[in-house]
């Protein structure tokens, strides 16, 4: 059982779980972290409307963070969001 439970903790530590704001705020904050410049979204979700409505948000999140890191006064296009030369 402990096994399972540290295999699922290490899981959760890359699950972004919640509202629009809430899943902004994570994917912002590991982005962060991490220096990821791009990300893959995978959903374990069964019901298929759920699943919809979760990879919309994760767009719509996407969005957002792309709108705002192409800001001309920002600069986070190139060292966030732009691959690696």
């Known amino acids: ?11 959760l530590t890359c699950a972004a779980i ?8 994570w994917l912002e ?3 962060a972290r991490t220096g990821a410049n791009e ?9 298929r409307s759920a ?4 990879y919309a948000i ?4 996407r969005d ?3 709108s705002y890191a192409t800001r ?3 600069g986070l296009a190139q060292t966030k969001y732009s691959p690696s030369p």
């Open 1 to 11: 059982m402990p096994h399972e439970r540290e295999i699922l903790k290490q899981v």
């Open 18 to 25: 919640g509202s629009p704001l809430v899943v902004r705020k």
């Open 29 to 31: 904050a590991f982005i």
């Open 39 to 47: 990300l893959m979204i995978n959903s374990q979700i069964f019901s």
């Open 51 to 54: 699943r919809l409505r979760s």
């Open 58 to 61: 994760a767009a719509d999140v």
């Open 64 to 66: 957002a963070l792309e």
């Open 72 to 74: 001309p006064h920002r």
